[in-house]
């Protein structure tokens, strides 16, 4: 015995109501982008985290932060964004006849730890749109079910016909739509909170490098006064 | 701002999911490993429109073919009277169908015989139990309702179904019956012994309860509830119509009844 083909996922999808299908249309492009975002967001992690390393072991090896600073300061990393903040505003506070030190240091913490944020927050854009698609797809699923029973119903009513095999096709076709919006929501969410475990990690490394190289130029600061 | 990273998750998730829309096609399960085979042999319903002293059913068992009792009413199995000796049409060997047999009809006989017997009162008057006696239905062959398949057709030689009068009346109060809501659901252990009786018009001349069964702890404080039940339901659905005439004031008639009621019955 052959399964109905209005009964198949495809099915299901294209017998469906014309309102529901938007919904399961809008549900499978959000699908879609938050994949995209996974898969490409995992890349950038990855970079990023690669290139915080990389980094900081050349810092480390670096033996003048200047000269180290003309090689670094044009790589396109978070990291390498926040070193020249710190030596642009080393230079701008030291460029002066009279150093004002505490001001320096205030202003050196300051100016790395806006750019600490300035990159986090770059780096969780799109962070943000796999936290929404996991919030929201289950409702808007839910949504689509509800019209896609309601709609069963009225065909219940219309043909004056409560039996099984008339009332089952619309109600599959009505949990698709929930099962669609579970399938975009649930990888969302688990990668969401794998990523944002990531981020996490990836400012305080950050951060730690900021306050090794505050630390590195409030030396230099007392040295050369 | 899209970058090469993007691009290439965009592209993984098209792939990704077109790859899973082919998999769910390919894979998707064909229909049940084994076909559907019910389980239950087909049931024959019979509604029985005529109404005895007792219920009867039609007996397909042991009765010869509808040749031999065909245009009259068959007899229902609960009959009384001695079963009289009669051909075994198995045993018999077929009479050829161009020349008229007599053994046919000697065959015939005693059945027509029988019958007349069991449509017509006893020689004291009294209709006998079991016996069918709604005349004023189709006094006409039995229909072959009872049949299911061809080979069964004996069936309709042994009788009409009929209901007893206590299905009858219960039947007839059904309506009211619906209407009545169950106090709950240990109610419907509560069986009531209900006296009633009727008019020769069908309405309502008595009714009391005279006893209950089933009563326990869990259902005992229901039965007063289910008493004005089953008393507005037969105060609701009398006169009661369509009941025979002819069993009104025999033994066992429906001019005084007691039977067993319950509220979901």
Redesign the interface.
């Given at each position: 015995?052959?399964?109905d083909p209005n009964l198949?996922?495809?099915g299901l999808f294209l017998h469906a109501n014309i309102l529901v299908q938007v919904v399961m249309g809008l549900l499978?492009i959000a699908?879609?982008?938050?994949?995209?975002?996974?898969?490409?967001?995992?890349?950038?992690l990855r970079?990023a985290r690669k290139a915080i390393e990389k980094f900081d072991g050349d810092y480390r090896e670096a033996d003048d932060i200047d000269e180290f600073h003309r090689r670094a300061a044009g790589r396109d990393q978070a990291i390498a964004r926040v070193f020249s903040a710190g030596v642009t505003e080393w230079r701008r506070s030291t460029s002066g006849k009279a150093i004002d030190r505490e001001g320096t240091r205030e202003r050196l913490a300051t100016a790395m730890g806006a750019t600490v944020a300035q990159e986090i927050d770059r780096l969780t854009g799109q962070l943000n749109f796999l936290a929404t698609v996991g919030a929201v797809t289950p409702f808007v699923g839910l949504f689509g079910t509800v019209l896609g029973i309601m709609n069963s119903f009225i065909g219940i009513a219309q043909e004056q016909n409560t039996s099984l095999a008339i009332v089952a096709p619309g109600i599959a076709e009505a949990l698709f739509a929930t099962a669609i919006g579970l399938f975009a929501a649930i990888p969302a969410v688990i990668f969401y909170n794998i990523y944002s475990n990531g981020v996490n990690r990836i400012e305080a490394r950050l951060n730690r490098f900021a306050d090794g190289f505050h630390a590195t130029l409030s030396r230099r600061l007392e040295n050369e006064a | 701002m899209i970058d090469r990273?993007?691009?290439?998750?965009?592209a993984?998730?098209?792939v990704?999911?077109a790859g899973l829309?082919a998999a769910?096609?390919f894979f998707?399960?064909?229909?049940?490993s084994k076909?559907?085979v019910p389980s239950n042999a087909p049931i024959m319903v019979t509604l029985a429109d005529d109404v005895g002293l007792i219920s009867a059913a039609p007996d397909p068992s042991d009765q010869p073919p509808a040749s031999a009792s065909a245009g009259e009413e068959a007899p229902p199995d609960t009959e009384i009277a001695p079963p009289e000796p009669q051909p075994d049409p198995e045993t018999q060997p077929k009479p050829a169908p161009p020349r008229p047999n007599p053994d046919a009809s000697e065959r015939q006989r005693p059945d027509r015989q029988r019958t007349n017997q069991q449509t017509q009162p006893n020689s004291n008057g009294r209709p006998r139990p079991g016996l069918n006696l709604n005349l004023s239905a189709n006094d006409g062959p039995a229909p072959e309702k009872t049949n299911g398949t061809g080979n069964q057709s004996q069936a309709s030689t042994t009788g009409k179904p009929q209901m007893d009068l206590g299905q009858a009346i219960k039947r007839a109060v059904q309506p009211c019956a619906d209407q009545q809501v169950i106090p709950a659901p240990e109610a419907r252990q509560i069986w009531v012994i209900v006296q009633l009786r009727l008019n020769r018009d069908g309405s309502l001349a008595g009714l009391r309860i005279v006893g209950h069964e089933g009563t326990n702890d869990s259902n005992e404080r229901y039965v007063a509830r289910v008493d004005d039940a089953v008393e507005a339901i037969f105060r609701g659905c009398t006169p009661i119509r369509g009941l025979p005439p002819e069993l009104y004031d025999v033994p066992g008639g429906w001019q005084s009844r007691k039977f067993r009621y319950r509220l979901n019955s």
């Open positions: 015995m052959q399964i198949s996922l495809v499978l699908s879609l982008w938050s994949w995209a975002i996974i898969i490409g967001f995992g890349f950038r970079a | 990273r993007d691009i290439f998750g965009l993984g998730a098209i990704g999911h829309l769910i096609l998707a399960p064909k229909g049940p076909p559907f």
